[in-house]
């Protein structure tokens, strides 16, 4: 059945027809790379089940998607996800070393349903990292060379629907257009933050990404969509920093140099509105080579984890919480001795019962390491970090848009 965005309708898996069809489906398999291919093929194992349902339903299915950027050193082609997604799937996926020309057209018209292809980096071709509205990009090459020999587009890519490019927004100006599994269970978990009823919702914000944070605190504290916002991270620092504490001289010339002039004068203004903003009590500081806990008003060192006192008073908060949203790490996880705090916090929503959304891969390491049945208490795990941004602050989202445009197009509605 349909489901809405921003009050439009969007198409799912449901209203298509899919038995004898062909389907284009846009995943996001933008995955880590080392010197011998994949580090975490998580975003690989996400997908699995629509590419599965889809040849279940007797669909053919040709992938794609992008990896990294050009010039990168993730910017690579896509035989080794094919590969891995085989495995995953237990289903061969041909890696089709090409876009739009001769062979991957050869290959899409002699695709059977219960087949998958899998093309090339989309971004091999330029007009897949431009920047450009629907109409323009409906008129590309990828997509009018494409689209043809297709019944359906689906975008099942939450992760890269807040970027207008080709292969996200051109399809369902063409074909028919769906939101995949994925894309829905993305939409009705961050909806359930801005329009869900359960109160309190608390938003427990840290990681290094300054300039998003102030955005998402602003958006969320002018539409009274939380009720608590516990800061962690380098997020707490420029709040601290706002509030007026002094901090180390290098911590606050990092700290100014991440955020931006107008990121601070922000947190001022948030912080002088009365906005439900918390910062630490304490921190885990390196110093000198060792680690102290240090109070919040008096840091000397590095900060690198909040502290006891802090966790003991976040999860008093987090205790009464219906439901959170847990962003950015509460200190730097890849080392050992500043990775309780993300732990303590991450344990305690779960044990609260609230409904539970995490947004970003670095909590896959650390519930990989939790027993199951806190595990199986995630509500929702969300696989686009600016995606989600621009959900929550409740920027248009392109992708969802175009596929909304589709639906008043091919449905009517």
Known sequence: MTFTYNGRTIASLEDLKLQGRRVLLRVDMNSPLGKEGLIDDTRLRMHAPTIRMLIEEGAGVVVITHQGRPLETD?????????????????????????????????????????????????????????????????????????????????????????????????????????????????????????????????????????DAIKLVKSLVETGSVDEILTTGLVSLLFHLAMGTRLPPAVEALIREKAGGEAVMEARRLAAAGAPIRVPLDYMVEID??????????????????????????????????????????????????????????????????????????????????????VERVGHISSGGGAMIYFLTRKPLPGLEALAESYKRFWGG
């Open 75 to 211: 910017f690579t082609r896509l035989k080794t996800h094919a590969e891995r997604l085989s495995q995953i799937l237990g289903i061969e996926v041909e890696y089709v070393p090409d876009i739009i020309g001769p062979y991957a057209i050869r290959r899409i018209k002699d695709l059977q349903p219960g087949r998958i292809l899998m093309l090339d980096n989309t971004r091999l071709l330029s007009e897949d990292y431009i920047q450009a509205s629907p109409e323009a990009h409906a008129s590309s090459i990828l997509v009018t060379e494409l689209s043809p020999h297709f019944n359906y587009y689906i975008n099942d890519a939450f992760a890269v629907s807040h970027r207008s490019q080709a292969s996200v927004v051109g399809f369902p100006l063409k074909l028919p257009s769906a939101g995949g599994p994925l894309m829905e269970r993305e939409v009705g978990a961050l909806s359930r933050v801005l329009h869900g009823g359960e109160r309190p919702k608390t938003l427990v914000l840290g990681g290094a990404k300054l300039g």
């Open 289 to 374: 080579g060792g680690v102290e806990i240090q109070p919040a008003k008096t840091l000397r060192g590095s900060p690198k984890d909040i502290g006891p006192s802090t966790i003991e008073y976040y999860r008093y908060k987090l205790a009464r919480s219906k439901v959170t949203v847990l962003r950015g790490p509460a200190g730097v996880i890849e080392d050992p001795r500043f990775r309780r705090g993300t732990e303590e916090l991450l344990r305690a929503a779960l044990e609260s019962g609230a409904y539970v959304i995490l947004g970003g891969g670095h909590f896959n390491a650390i519930l990989a390491k939790m027993p199951r049945s806190l």
